[in-house]
């Protein structure tokens, strides 16, 4: 089936290291947004790539959305502890069963920063 | 604005038992959707809706069912409930238009136990 792919499922890092998810998509994307969790609540969205190679930042979050619109990254510069959560991309995707939009969750990446 | 509501926030069933989870949203978003959320799965689409008297099967919708007769109110009933189904549930909901889904609104979440 239409799955995104996200890795890695962990990522331990001492405060001041960088960090990057990345997602990948069996299908070309119509957009992919991009969520954070926070221990024990409920997803908040960040930010949403539209265009095929777009870059947008915000403050050390720096997104990005593939040339062939298939694969994203999250990247932050320099954590810290408030960065810990679990961040999730979401793939915008044409329902090939159906005849409207799906929007699909990767897994998530739990991020935990040691100060 | 109290964006997306969700009642009750937690739960404890007897296997076997049925009951509703509600979903509200007071943003006139069309489109709307119920995801569950268990450890290292992510979050999975349960059921979703695209506007009022339409609805559509997710990823995960046996056990479950749903219907939205106002644009406001997209209730998920368990008919008869299993311990795999102990999980956390999210509503969510977002406008939409003919290029897709936008940014994802989460209620705060119901955490469902069935012993």
């Known amino acids: 089936g239409q799955q995104v792919m996200q890795i890695p499922q962990y990522q331990h890092v001492q405060e001041g290291e960088d960090f990057t998810t990345y997602c990948n998509s069996s299908?070309?994307?119509?957009?992919i947004q991009w969520y954070k969790q926070r221990p024990g609540g409920h997803p908040v969205f960040l930010i949403q790539l539209v265009k095929s190679g777009e870059v947008k930042k915000q403050k050390r979050l720096t997104f990005q959305f593939g040339e062939a619109k298939k694969n994203s990254s999250l990247h932050i510069t320099a954590t810290q502890t408030t960065d810990v959560g679990t961040y999730f991309c979401a793939g915008l995707m044409w329902n090939s069963g159906g005849s409207n939009y799906k929007l699909t969750f990767g897994k998530g990446t739990l991020l935990t920063v040691n100060p | 604005n109290a964006g997306v509501t969700q009642t009750p926030k937690f739960q404890v069933l007897k296997t076997g038992q049925s009951m509703t989870l509600q979903c509200a949203q007071d943003?006139?978003?069309?489109?709307m959707s119920w995801y569950r959320q268990d450890p290292g799965m992510g979050l999975r689409l349960i059921h979703y809706s695209v506007g009022a008297g339409i609805t559509d099967q997710g990823e995960v919708p046996n056990g479950y069912n749903v219907s939205r007769s106002t644009t406001e109110d997209f209730p998920l009933r368990l008919l008869s409930a299993a311990p795999s189904q102990t999980s956390v549930y999210f509503c969510?909901?977002?406008?939409?238009?003919?290029?897709?889904?936008?940014?994802?609104?989460f209620g705060p979440g119901t955490r469902l136990t069935v012993t």
């Open positions: 943003m006139n978003h069309e489109y």
């Open positions: 969510a909901s977002s406008y939409s238009t003919l290029r897709g889904y936008y940014e994802q609104y």
């Open positions: 299908t070309t994307l119509s957009n």
